[in-house]
Nanobody, 126 residues
Framework: QVQLVESGGGLVQAGGSLRLSCAAS????????VGWFRQAPGKEREFVAA????????YYGDFVKGRFIISGDKVKNTVYLQMNSLKAEDTAVYYC???????????????????WGQGTQVTVSS
């Protein structure tokens, strides 16, 4: 049974940082990609970042603008999202998603990720 568990969310002041973690069980991050998406109240879920497991190529949503960094630890089977210079508009539930057979052209398409975590709340106070 595949399970993705996010952690690291919380309340932070604007300008602060948080690091989210996504730990996988039943799924080895040795192919495809792992992505982060977020959903703010009243808005659609949007792509944040993804890492292609073979080669480690990283992709980011346009709004990230160098503030977030996605990384992965193959030994721990965990993916991280380091978020810096947080803004109030970053407030959302952040989801980790796994796509073992994902191709680059689909990296930002949430419907191409079959496995999802339960989400972790990030709240940025202004």
């Amino acid at each position: 049974q595949v399970q993705l568990v996010e952690s690291g969310g919380g309340l932070v002041q604007a300008g602060g940082s948080l690091r989210l973690s996504c730990a996988a069980s039943g799924l080895t991050f040795n192919s495809g990609a792992v992505g982060w998406f977020r959903q703010a109240p009243g808005k659609e879920r949007e792509f944040v970042a993804a890492i292609k497991w073979n080669g480690g190529v990283r992709y980011y949503g346009d709004f990230v603008k160098g503030r977030f960094i996605i990384s992965g630890d193959k030994v721990k089977n965990t993916v991280y999202l380091q978020m810096n210079s947080l803004k109030a508009e970053d407030t959302a539930v952040y989801y980790c998603a796994g796509g073992p057979r994902l191709i680059v052209s689909s990296i930002g398409q949430q419907d191409k990720y079959p496995y999802w975590g339960q989400g972790t709340q990030v709240t940025v106070s202004s």
